[in-house]
């Protein structure tokens, strides 16, 4: 998972193979393992006492059954980063060599990626007493993993069905058992990405809107999947509908449904009338949707020119290119970031506030009578605490150790946190995104690490086994995620330069152009120069007074009208967050996912619901499952031999104007294909 994660982290759809898969992928593989393993034994009593007795490791103990199950998908989870894909430090990495044009040691990158990643254990420790523990704090997301491991272990064949769902007449058929079924949907997975993924690339984003008027940058900036607002485009790739938003299938409904919302507001409302409309920020003057950045006469900026030696601001030369110009929908996507910020704040405070502070004031009382789940785990050794303490001491010490012998730089929230670093620390791009990192993951990382204890909890896992495979996994994953950066970063001519290179290559790693803008913005530049006075972004602050007012209106409306159900079901931060992952997310992806998801969680969810208990999650693993396999061959056996084809459907979504300015006289170049209007 590691390596396929970090492998095509950098493409332009990156897929991320999630725990779900190997959840279900390692069922069908552990049955088979249990038969064909020979019972064979190995003994370690050097190690005596590190688990509370000796150390052996058994090749075969016997059948494959659901402990086993869950430590396989906890390690795995590590593997993806706990559903982020890689690790998220490796983009420093990225950034440093592909778009600053500088170098790291691999062991001084290998020791930043694992402190991030560990950090969070301390915290996590910390936190396990209030969280854990106590049976009133059930985590939702949990149960539904604990749902779907039962369901997997429950003892089926294929077996006729009863009655069809929804047919007449009493009609019987058979059944397929739901191993089967994930079989049959990989292989068909595999195969048909063959066809978007190398035969037919066009179909990733399809845009017929830019077909019918090939020579109009109006229409294809509003039909283009890619880089406009995708108006009416659609895809038949599935890297398209799952490589940012994670896959569909697995969203409910009413989150599914404030996305929806928040995206028809923002990118066929908003955006437009802040382009055509107002031409805000002189918006027209640079492409609709772009992640880049830009001077003011429309060309890219050239951050290479303002950073000097020491890798900090060069404020002549940045004195003589201007001020940072974004698109609009860049600027605007900032702007809903730092109202969802505030949003989350009000929103949690008022419907979730008295709820929060109860559950705390309980979990600081000890128990008269533990829940059943605590009784049971009590059979097994804790883990003790010390042993977090000294990941958190250890993490911190060689990050501070780190950072002021690598660069002699201090070291989500996200955008808060580069907000803050961006004031402390202005014009130093690197400290900006490691303080980012260590702020944000770790803060991630021990929730995702809490997440896995409170499942560990209801599985009856002992502790201490939850802590090795936590911990191990993690390095691992950390150590695969370095390994393939440092390959391909070094086997891949221009990688993440789209500008470079070839026409419809795979390999633009749209998250790390969006990190490294991001480190400009914040750090190199600095917040003051941006959203500042010394700025052309300053009114965007004023979104942090609307989110954080929003909630109050619709906490409002929900108190007035108590039995209007749907109110309460208006979540802001998410409607205001929908698309804060554009960019490096595009229309096309936004379109298919939110026609996916209500497909399958609203309509099949209602009318075939025995059908989606049983299936639905089998086959977002499958189709995930699929096409990461067939991504990697079609690398290693055809595109690493530069054996390519070429025709009409190997060009992309043929809507080369799309990303040209409307502002009369911007003249790109003669290279350029834009028309000078």
Sequence with gaps: MSLLNQFFSYRTEPIIVTQITVQVASLPLGHFLARVLPARKFKAPALHGLGGGEWSLNLNPGPFNVKEHVLISIFANAGCAFGNGSAYAVMIVDIIRAFYRRSISFFAAWLLITTTQVLGYGWAGLMRKYVVEPAHMWWPGTLVQV???????????????????????????????????????????????????????????????????????????????????????????????????????????????????????????????????????????????????????????????????????????????????????????????????????????????????CRFRASQQKDDEPDVHTRLMKRYEDAPGWWFHALLVLSIGVSLVLCTVLKKEAPGLNVISEYIIGLILPGKPIANVVFKAYRYVSSSQAVSFLADFKLGHYMKIPPRSMFLVQLVGTVVAATVNLGVAYWLLGSVPNICQDTLLPANSPWTCPNDRVFFDASVIWGLVGPRRIFGALGNYGALNWFFLAGAAGPAVVYALHRAFPAQRWIRMVNLPVLIGATAGMPPATAVNYNAWLLIGVAFNFFVFRYRKRWWQRYNYILSAALDAGVAFMGVLLYFTLSMENRNISWWGADGEHCPLASCPTAGGVDLGPDSVCPVL
């Design 147 to 357: 749902s779907l491991f039962r369901a997997l272990h429950e003892k089926e064949v294929d077996e006729p069905a009863a009655e069809a769902e929804g047919g007449g007449g009493g009609s019987r058929r058979n059944r397929m058992s739901r191993a089967k079924f994930f079989l049959v949907a990989l292989a068909c997975s595999f195969l048909w990405y063959a066809v978007p993924g190398y035969l037919f690339p066009t179909l990733t984003s399809v845009s017929w809107l830019c077909w019918i008027f090939s020579k109009s940058v109006t229409a294809q900036q509003l039909g283009s999947g890619m880089r406009g607002l995708g108006l009416g485009a659609f895809t038949l790739d599935w890297t398209a509908v799952s490589s940012f938003l994670f896959s569909p299938l697995v969203s409910p409904f009413f989150a599914t449904a404030n996305i929806l919302a928040g995206f028809v507001l923002f990118m066929y409302v908003i955006v437009p009338a802040a382009y055509w409309g107002l031409d805000l920020y002189n918006a027209r003057r640079f492409p609709i949707f772009s992640s880049h950045l830009f001077m003011f006469d429309g060309k890219s900026y050239d951050i290479t020119s303002i950073v000097n030696e020491r890798f900090e601001i060069d404020m002549d030369a940045y004195q003589r290119s201007g001020r940072i110009n974004m698109s609009t929908l860049f600027a605007l996507s900032y702007g809903l970031s730092f109202a969802a910020i505030a949003a989350t704040i009000t929103h949690v405070a008022l419907f979730h506030g008295k709820e929060i502070y």
